[in-house]
């Protein structure tokens, strides 16, 4: 694509952020499009945070995301906030409006859009989420509002616990959903939840590389032939968990279907144009 005085930026607010694959999909699915746009990635200074923000609309950018450590960071410089975004404390995603900078938060979105291509439902029924952090809390809310019955949240007694309390209460009185948060050393409650779920997600990073031996559980014993296991990390695209999961039979998703879908709102919301997944879900995959 040719670049003119005509071409616009979108780009990802982060640090790091060189690393992204967001740059790959939205300046593809731009391409397919055929909109005179680029993306490009942003590694910001906490100090520049608010000049960067500022410059959204000063370059009258189409869009920009936002990523570690700024999503609840950058909520002071935005005129806005999704019903989403509000509930879960944190944007990913920037939209410029007439009425000024909206923040999103399309990580939930991301996920319960995921779930399709395992095909699992969960709305009206039970789940279990190891995590009360960004990610497990954004799962939380689109799952709440787009009609999950149950979530049990177990976390081990770190900040998160006492911090996130407060804020699944909100959640639960502002949606139709009854949650609950355990401690995860309680693997009696934790085998109980899972007994009653179709749905165990990792939304920590245990698991991750370089733990790729580890898992946020120790006991798999409650595992269920109705049970699908689902884990937000990518890196290794099949954890410990996930293994272990597979082993037994059980439906499994890594977290690349998470990162695609959040990509494919945030470029909805931007241009109100569909990512061409058939063309940018290989590149995902692949990367
Ligand atoms: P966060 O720092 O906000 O939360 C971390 C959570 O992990 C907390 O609940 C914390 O208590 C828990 N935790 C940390 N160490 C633990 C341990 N040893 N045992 C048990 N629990 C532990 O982080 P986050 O932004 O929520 O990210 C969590 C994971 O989700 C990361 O691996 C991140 O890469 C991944 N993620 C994936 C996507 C995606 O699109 N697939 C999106 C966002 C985040």
Not at 167 to 175: G, N, P, R, V
């Amino acid at each position: 694509m040719e670049i003119t005085g005509y071409t616009r930026l979108a780009g990802l607010i982060a640090k790091p952020a060189k690393h992204s694959i967001s740059p790959l999909m939205h300046n593809t699915a731009f391409k397919a499009n055929n909109i005179d746009a680029v993306y490009l990635s942003f590694e910001v200074e906490k100090p520049q945070l608010a000049a960067v923000i500022k410059s959204i609309t000063a370059l009258n950018m189409i869009g920009a995301n936002v990523s570690m450590p700024y999503k609840m960071a950058v909520i002071p410089y935005l005129d806005e906030l999704s019903e989403a975004a509000k509930l879960i404390g944190a944007v990913n995603t920037i939209v410029p409006s007439g009425n000024g900078l909206v923040g999103h938060n399309t990580d939930g979105n991301g996920f319960m859009r995921s779930l399709a291509d395992i095909n699992v439902d969960i709305i009206k029924k039970e789940m279990t989420i190891i995590g009360a952090g960004g990610a497990a809390t954004a799962i939380c809310v689109q799952a709440a509002l787009d009609g999950v019955k149950k979530i049990n949240v177990f976390n081990r007694q770190d900040d998160f616990f006492a911090t996130s309390q407060a804020k699944l209460e909100t959640i639960a009185q502002k949606t139709q959903c009854t949650i609950t948060l355990r401690d995860l050393a309680d693997t009696k409650a934790v085998n109980t939840a899972i007994y009653h779920s179709h749905l165990l997600v990792n939304a920590t990073a245990v698991g991750m590389k370089p733990n790729e031996d580890q898992t946020a559980l120790s006991d798999f014993s409650a595992f269920h032939e109705n049970l699908a296991v689902y884990d937000v990390i990518y890196n290794p695209r099949e954890t410990k968990l996930l293994q272990i999961a597979k082993e037994k039979g059980l439906k499994t998703a890594n977290g690349l279907g998470m990162l695609l879908y959040q990509g494919a709102y945030a470029f909805e919301l931007w241009t109100g144009k569909k990512m061409p997944l058939e063309i940018v879900k290989p590149l995902v995959e692949n990367s």
